[in-house]
């Protein structure tokens, strides 16, 4: 099993452009969750999923949208890119309550 | 809203010692996990804490949980260098009914010195 696989590994946007970050995973997971983490601030969730075609916000929803039409993929799109979404971003996800988190390695962002 | 504290934030160890990280948070939850983070690395799971008076261990570093204090603690007994590395504890916000909200604390940065 691969996991949970994030691409790009790292990007860089200008202001006002918009792109989707990629995350698959292969452990057939009902949830799945994205993450942003800023520096010295931990992580803090902005979507996440409980299955197929259900999506809920998090903590720092504002400027992202997902969608989750499969149970292997849930992408996160940014619309309008502005300064403050420079982060990196990470998904996850989990099979049960029980059980860890799985994370995926991450992707860079840089809006400029 | 529940929140979450890790003290200290940051760390600095010699080799051989012992020494404590400190979660605590806001609200009633009972589940509790341990990440650690290596620089421009990925979260690597440690523990997962399910219920009042849990106690976990791995090698150097030993976990325990107590949701009435609403504390949980990372024990690290004579520390070696590669624990370097920053650790997070996570606290799902959802009591009794789990999808996995994680609330993630500031991380403590530990840094193991000869």
């Known amino acids: 099993n691969a996991g949970v696989t994030q691409t790009p590994k790292f990007r860089i946007l200008k202001i006002g452009q918009s792109m989707t970050l990629q995350c698959t995973q292969d452990m057939n997971h009902n949830y799945m969750y994205w993450y942003r983490q800023d520096p010295g601030m931990g992580l803090k969730l902005i979507y996440y999923s409980v299955g197929a075609g259900i999506t809920d916000k998090g903590e720092v929803p504002n400027g992202y949208n997902v969608s989750r039409s499969t149970t292997e993929d849930f992408p996160l799109r940014l619309e309008l890119a502005a300064p403050s979404q420079t982060s990196v971003y990470f998904c996850?996800?989990?099979?049960?309550?029980?059980?860890?988190?799985?994370f995926g390695p991450g992707t860079r962002l840089l809006v400029l | 809203e529940l929140k979450v504290e890790q003290n200290p934030l940051f760390l600095s160890m010699q080799e051989g010692k012992n020494y404590t990280i400190y979660c605590n948070y806001s609200t009633t939850s009972d589940r509790l996990y341990w990440y650690r983070q290596d620089p421009g690395k990925s979260l690597e799971s440690l523990f997962v804490l399910l219920s009042n008076g849990a106690v976990k261990q791995e090698g150097r570093l030993m976990a325990s949980l107590d949701t009435k204090a609403r504390l949980s603690t990372l024990h690290i007994t004579a520390a070696v260098h590669d624990l370097s590395a920053t650790y997070f504890c996570?606290?799902?916000?959802?009591?009794?009914?789990?999808?996995?909200?994680?609330?993630f604390g500031k991380g403590t940065k530990l840094s193991v010195k000869p």
């Open positions: 996850a996800s989990l099979g049960s309550s029980v059980e860890t988190q799985y």
């Open positions: 996570a606290v799902d916000g959802r009591y009794g009914g789990s999808q996995g909200n994680l609330i």
